[in-house]
């Protein structure tokens, strides 16, 4: 298992956090009007499913600890930026700041480790 996200970790957690984002839009679009309309939702649970799946797969290679937040944070970007494409929901200044500090904590997580000095 590795401790940092690979190429192929990263674009894996990229997947993983669209299919989030796009599956929970989907079932909200599913769910509006009162009565479930049936396409939206079932594309909804089909596309979340698959990232569930990802995310399975993702934590199984790769640190808990680093593979996770990076999904969850890319997930809260993708989110706020499909809702104000998709719902039309708004994104404030004080959303936005805070869209940024998560791109900022996911990129320090993504960066790599720094090679330790010899002899610590």
Same mark, same amino acid.
């Given at each position: 298992?590795?401790?940092g996200?690979s190429?192929?970790? /990263?674009? /894996?957690? *990229?997947a993983? &956090?669209?299919?989030? &984002?796009v599956?929970? !839009?989907?079932? %909200?679009?599913?769910?509006?009007?009162?009565?479930?309309?049936? !396409?939206?939702?079932? @594309?909804?649970?089909? !596309?979340?499913?698959?990232?569930?799946?990802l995310?399975?797969? /993702? @934590?199984g290679?790769? &640190? *808990?600890?680093?593979?996770?937040?990076?999904v @969850?944070?890319?997930? /809260? $970007?993708?989110l706020?930026? $499909?809702?104000a494409?998709?719902l039309?929901?708004?994104l404030?200044?004080? %959303? #936005?700041?805070?869209?940024? #500090?998560? $791109? @900022?904590?996911?990129?320090v997580l993504?960066?790599p480790?720094?090679?330790?000095?010899p002899?610590?």
């Amino acid at each position: 298992m590795s401790a940092g996200l690979s190429g192929r970790g /990263l674009l /894996l957690a *990229v997947a993983t &956090a669209a299919c989030s &984002a796009v599956g929970i !839009v989907m079932l %909200k679009r599913g769910l509006e009007g009162g009565a479930i309309q049936w !396409v939206p939702f079932a @594309v909804g649970i089909i !596309v979340y499913g698959v990232g569930i799946a990802l995310g399975i797969w /993702l @934590v199984g290679r790769y &640190a *808990v600890s680093v593979a996770y937040p990076i999904v @969850v944070g890319l997930s /809260l $970007v993708y989110l706020a930026a $499909v809702s104000a494409f998709a719902l039309g929901e708004t994104l404030t200044p004080l %959303k #936005l700041a805070g869209t940024a #500090l998560i $791109v @900022v904590g996911v990129a320090v997580l993504t960066r790599p480790a720094a090679p330790s000095a010899p002899g610590s």
